[in-house]
């Protein structure tokens, strides 16, 4: 009987696992798909992530003679850390593999920031020390917002494990309470400045001046560049599931074979809003972005004076 | 037997030191001046954690210096952590001196550093240990003095004695706020013991804001506190490297020391406003440490900064102990207070190594500006992974100790921030904290890149070589401690915990977080190594090519044209050029209308320094040109005014 119980607990930790996975793709395709429909073009199918990642991960590399360890480590760090946090994060119930205190989530996000950016030093490219260097102001600037969104969170879920927060959010009536509109809109503006959409980064824009993340993996290839956007892609599921999570608690406490289900629809939904939103915005100057952050920051301090007053 | 203690402990720290004076051959000076002092503190490390399992308090006497005080050593919970944290940094410091000062051999330049160093870190027991006012201040200016000399160690540089005098005049103002605090305390309630001190009620609510006033300007500027700081980012790029991670890594913590034990023990019942201001300086001293930092190219003055910032966040974990610990949240103010010590000896760990690594990068490409380094990882392998290791745990990332110190404090914050009252101080504490962190990795994935990864931006850059095993063995220690005590933070946090216990006798410890760093970290290696083993497998199969850096398609990238650590930090400078305030100084060499060269320079003038202190200084200096009138050097014009003072004295007390 123990036995099985730990059999079954270990099959949900590795669909859990194998579903932010096979999301991450998904949800980018999603986001692509939606951006094309609304400025009117046909754009890619929706699957086109995976076979670019498949392509990828067939490919070989050409590694610049001046990379060290760091670089060859950067992307199993990046990929492998963010499949730790991924671990942590509710997606269909508030049982995940690896519950996690929201401050250590939070901290960990920075394991694959530091590799990543030093391998966007290590080539001794000018790209990859400009994206690294933006890169690192931007996640430092996002992290106030982060935290105090996130004690928002914890406040209202009454917990502090990542997947309790979420999952403890009172459910019903979202639009009523402006506290959770607030968090969930100071979410969603980190996630834009965190996964490097638009009005923060682009990551389909042409120039490499003007990019952030972009730059930083321009000397990647092949197994490495496939490792980081999966990785992207795992890193924008654990937002979306984070922000979708926040607005439909609900979805959390359905019985598993209806819970699955949802999950992968809240996340293309919000796939669909990233899309709407990077469609209906131009991309900020780099010396914006601070102001954006700060507005974020501010956001998430009145949902917390908001819920302390109330 | 313990009484004797104390005494052995001294012999064995001072006589090698001594001897090290008398023996002609500098290696061998090196090896039994150091060496001899780093057994010592091995010695002192094995007597302190047997002794503080065993029992504490232990309480010394000491022969009195004076009639009318009795003078003895009180060891207990508090002063043995302190203690085990001199002892064990001096141990592997001394053992990294062995190595490193070799660069003094010459002329024999650094014939007293072994003495010099041994009785700093004798001095500094000798300080956590004392259980009066006049040892600890006799331990406190025998640790000045001693740090003082080895700072001015290369004295034939001006800017070495320049940053002596600073650090000098620093450390004796701090000594006057100590003294008159501890007076205040003294005058209240007659008695010269820290026991006599935590006894005695006092009545008179003023008397303990000022006392306390006092204690913090004095401790502050010990412990580098904004705004008294000014010294630190002198004095510890000046020191030889084992020096600077000596004053950095334990040295600043004696002012914490002394403001854990002047608001925990001897003081009654300190009001909350203290802990707010304490939270408010810590917060300060964070940002404005770390930023500062950022825009640094020397890479001691850097690091110098960056314990600014550290300085800041130990603050933090006190301040709001004390704040929690006035407002009735004890089991959260006992968490913080925790939390805030393991944070001191998390950064007396990492600090300690930083400081090491920069010793080696100096050893071996001879520059401190980051400008003119780069590569290094390939020439210096260890060291560069021991530094990596270092800035890991400084920029707080799990699984390093300096996540486990600051993850206590936030817990501490949070559990406090769920009762009423001041929470908006503490949420603004976890922001703060949480931008400080962020600012942390800019920092320090600035330095590693620049300085260890990339192309070597000089020809002594290319050349450096990993140093000798007496200078990598206490490096690759520190960054196994770095990572063996993010995994196992209980190690530390537990005895912390015992040691804070008096703030909340009865209650329960705030339970333990969920995800445990060790499942953490297990799960992150199982990960990491299970993909670069995938990485590893499909690069055989699909191949795998050297090339150069994708250069836009231009062939000629040289190393000039990497990304420099000034771009690097620019963003960050842009947003908070209002507290930076760059200084730009543009020079250009034209030939007719052709503009031939550029050169601009940039600095950052500390505005404190600038606002504060060099205004008051230049106050000073006038009053003291006005009086070098009264003395023109006529010996006549002296013997009267001895005269005129007799007559004046007959006048007015006859």
């Known amino acids: ?310 | 037997m313990p009484s004797a203690l104390p005494y052995v402990l001294a012999a064995a720290f001072l006589a090698p030191g001594i001897l090290a004076l008398l023996i002609r051959d500098p290696r061998r000076s090196r090896l039994v001046g150091f060496g001899g002092g780093g057994a010592a503190a091995f010695l002192g490390l094995v007597v302190t954690l047997v002794g503080a399992m065993r029992e504490v308090p232990v309480r010394i006497p000491l022969p009195a210096p004076v009639p009318w005080a009795a003078s003895e050593l009180y060891i207990d919970g508090l002063s043995a952590f302190f203690l085990a944290l001199v002892f064990f940094v001096g141990f592997l410091v001394s053992v990294y001196a062995v190595g490193y000062m070799k660069e003094f051999d010459e002329h024999r330049r650094g014939l007293a550093a072994p003495l010099l160093l041994n009785l700093l870190l004798l001095s500094m027991a000798f300080v956590v240990s004392a259980g009066d006012m006049l040892s600890f201040l006799l331990g406190w200016e025998a640790m000045s003095l001693a740090s003082y000399f080895l700072v001015v160690l290369d004295h034939e540089k001006r800017e070495a004695r320049q940053a002596g005098l600073i650090y000098l005049i620093a450390t004796h103002i701090g000594t006057g706020g100590i003294l008159l605090a501890f007076l205040f305390l003294v005058r209240t309630t007659g008695s010269f013991s820290f026991n006599g001190f935590a006894t005695v009620p006092i009545a008179d609510p003023s008397i303990v804001v000022a006392a306390f006033g006092f204690a913090l300007l004095g401790f502050g500027t010990k412990a580098g506190i904004f705004p008294f700081h000014i010294w630190l980012p002198y004095a510890h790029p000046e020191a030889p490297s084992p020096v600077s991670a000596v004053m950095s890594g334990v040295m600043i913590k004696m002012g914490i020391y002394g403001i854990v034990r002047f608001l925990f023990y001897l003081l009654p019942a300190p009001p909350a406003f203290f802990g707010s201001i304490l939270l408010a300086l810590g917060l300060i001293s964070g940002l404005f440490g770390v930023l500062y930092a950022i825009v640094q190219h020397d890479l001691k003055r850097l690091l110098a900064f960056s314990s600014i910032e550290n300085v800041g966040i130990v603050l933090i974990g006190i301040g709001a102990a004390s704040l929690c610990r006035a407002t009735g949240r004890p089991d959260a103010a006992r968490l913080l207070l925790a939390g805030g010590l393991f944070h001191a000896l998390s950064h007396a760990v990492f600090k300690t190594l930083l400081f090491m690594g920069a010793g080696a990068v100096i050893h071996g490409a001879h520059t401190r500006n980051i400008e003119k380094l780069g590569g290094l990882m390939r020439g210096m392998p260890l060291t560069g992974i021991a530094f990596l290791a270092g800035s890991l745990a400084i920029s707080a990332v799990p699984p390093f100790n300096g996540f486990a110190s600051e993850f206590a404090i936030y817990r501490g914050l949070w559990a406090a921030s769920w009762s009423a009252g001041s929470r908006g101080i503490l949420l603004a504490a976890m922001a703060g904290l949480a931008l400080i962190g962020g600012l942390a990795v800019v920092c320090f994935v600035k330095v590693v890149g620049t300085v260890f990864l990339g192309n070597a931006r000089s020809a002594q850059a290319s050349a450096a070589r990993d140093p000798s095993l007496a200078m990598e063995f206490p490096m690759v220690a520190l960054a196994l401690v770095c990572l063996g005590l993010g995994v196992f933070p209980s190690l530390v946090l537990d005895p912390l915990m015992s040691i804070t216990s008096f703030l909340s006798p009865a209650g329960a410890a705030v339970p333990a977080p969920a995800g445990k760093p060790f499942t953490v970290a297990i799960a992150l290696v199982i990960a990491i190594a299970g993909l670069s083993l995938l990485r590893a497998v499909l690069l055989r199969r699909n191949g795998l090519r050297a090339g150069g850096t994708w250069g836009c398609g231009f062939p000629y990238a040289t190393p000039r044209m990497q990304y420099t650590a000034s771009s690097f930090a620019d963003p960050i400078l842009h947003v908070f050029q209002g507290i930076l305030r760059p200084h730009t100084t543009r020079k250009e060499r034209l030939s007719g209308r052709f503009l031939l060269e550029v050169e601009q320079d940039t600095h950052f003038h500390d505005i404190i320094e600038n606002g504060l202190y060099l205004p008051v200084y230049r106050l000073f200096v006038q009053a003291a040109f006005q009086a070098r009138r009264l003395h023109p050097g006529y010996i006549h014009l002296y013997l009267g005014y001895i005269l005129g003072t007799v007559v004046l004295l007959l006048v007015f007390f006859h």
């Not at chain 1, 798909?33 to 929706?46: D, E």
């Not at chain 1, 490219?125 to 400009?130: C, I, M, Q, R, V």
């Not at chain 1, 890169?135 to 990542?162: H, Q, W």
């Not at chain 1, 930083?216 to 980081?228: K, N, R």
Request: glycine content about 8%.
């Open chain 1, 1 to 310: 009987m123990d036995r099985y119980i730990k059999g079954i607990v270990f099959m949900m930790a590795a669909a859990h696992m194998a579903l932010f996975v096979l999301l991450g793709p998904l949800l980018v395709g999603v986001v692509r798909k939606t951006k094309a429909f609304l400025s009117c073009r046909q754009g890619a199918p929706v699957f086109q992530p995976y076979l670019d990642l498949r392509k990828l991960f067939r490919r070989g590399i050409v590694r610049s003679t001046t990379a060290s360890w760091v670089f060859d480590l950067s992307a199993p760090v990046v990929l492998g850390a963010s499949l730790v946090l991924a671990a942590a994060t509710p997606l269909w119930s508030r049982d995940v593999p690896l519950p996690m205190h929201f401050i250590l989530f939070l901290y960990l996000m920075a394991l694959p920031r530091f590799f990543q950016t030093l391998a966007g030093l290590d080539t001794g490219s000018a790209f990859g020390g400009l994206g690294s260097s933006r890169e690192v102001a931007v996640s430092a600037m996002a992290e106030p917002a982060l935290i105090l969104s996130f004690c928002g969170l914890a406040y209202l879920g009454g917990a502090d494990t990542v997947s309790g927060m979420v999952a403890g959010v009172p459910p019903g009536r979202v639009l009523w309470r402006p506290e959770v509109i607030l968090l969930a809109g100071t979410l969603f503006l980190l996630l834009l400045a965190e996964n490097a959409r638009i009005p923060v980064d682009d990551p389909a824009t042409h120039l490499e001046l003007t990019m952030i993340h972009e730059a930083m993996v321009l000397d990647h290839a092949g197994v490495d560049l496939a490792m980081i956007q999966l990785a992207s892609g795992v890193r924008l599921a654990i937002f979306s599931a984070l922000v979708s999570g926040t607005v439909f608690p609900e979805a959390l406490s359905l019985p598993t074979f209806l819970a699955i289900p949802a999950a992968v629809v809240k996340v293309v939904l919000s796939g669909a809003l990233i899309g709407a939103a990077e469609a209906g915005m131009a991309r900020m100057k780099i010396s914006r972005i601070a102001s954006y952050l700060l507005i974020a920051t501010v956001l998430a301090a009145i949902a917390l004076a908001v819920r302390h007053a109330g």
